[in-house]
């Protein structure tokens, strides 16, 4: 069964530092998302991109962060200059044109010191 | 705008039992609603969803959900609890046909016992 995933697992990162997280979603959907969940809270949308650009992005989502999809396989998230407010579980998802469902992939926890 | 409460942040049954978790939800719009499962350490797993066909929902493990739009409400239950329930269940709205954003519930703890 297809799934989405993430690399690395584990990152731990300086604050200032920058950091890329890697998600390879399912190979047909068309649809991608990050999520983060800091440690004890509540998921939280982070950015939503399709058709190589970011269709809606929250609050959270500021001028550090940046998404790209640089070879049609990947969907990467770049944090420029960590702080330690960012640690967290980031969660990438993908869905396809037909159904609503977002698949998550396992995570990727950041801890940033 | 769209939103969940979850009820409870923690339940705790006893195994072979009956599971409640309980979410409410806000949505201006027809939603889609899901129920996730996250087990420690782990990523998010779906375990159901409705997205405006039959209002009973059956999902994995023997779990189902029923869609009450007079209560606004998409409890999960289960008949009988079995140990590997034990996780964290988070409740999620959506715009139906939308690449809209999931916008999660706090989630609920649930503990099963001997």
């Known amino acids: 069964e297809p799934e989405v995933t993430q690399t690395p697992s584990h990152q731990v990162t300086q604050m200032g530092q920058e950091v890329i997280l890697r998600c390879v979603p399912i190979?047909?959907?068309?649809?991608f998302y990050w999520y983060r969940q800091i440690l004890g809270q509540k998921v939280e949308f982070l950015v939503s991109f399709y058709n190589n650009e970011i269709s809606e992005k929250s609050e959270i989502f500021d001028d550090q962060f940046s998404v790209e999809r640089p070879d049609g396989s990947n969907f990467t998230l770049k944090i420029r200059s960590t702080k330690l407010e960012d640690s967290a579980m980031y969660f990438c998802?993908?869905?396809?044109?037909?159904?609503?469902?977002?698949?998550f992939g396992p995570g990727t926890r950041l801890l940033v010191l | 705008a769209q939103s969940v409460t979850q009820l409870d942040s923690h339940v705790s049954v006893s195994e072979g039992t009956p599971v409640l978790l309980r979410c409410n939800y806000s949505?201006?719009?027809?939603?889609?609603l899901f129920w996730y499962v996250q087990h420690p350490n782990k990523g998010l797993q779906l375990l159901l969803k409705y997205t405006s066909a039959a209002t009973l929902v059956k999902g994995i493990n023997g779990f189902e959900a029923e869609f009450k739009k007079s209560e606004t409400s998409f409890h999960l239950t289960k008949p009988s609890a079995h140990m590997s329930d034990a996780a964290e269940y988070f409740c999620v709205v959506t715009f139906t046909g939308t690449a809209s954003k999931l916008t999660f519930g706090t989630g609920t703890r649930l503990q099963v016992t001997l």
């Open positions: 190979s047909n959907h068309l649809y």
């Open positions: 998802a993908s869905r396809n044109l037909q159904e609503g469902t977002q698949y």
């Open positions: 949505s201006s719009y027809s939603p889609s």
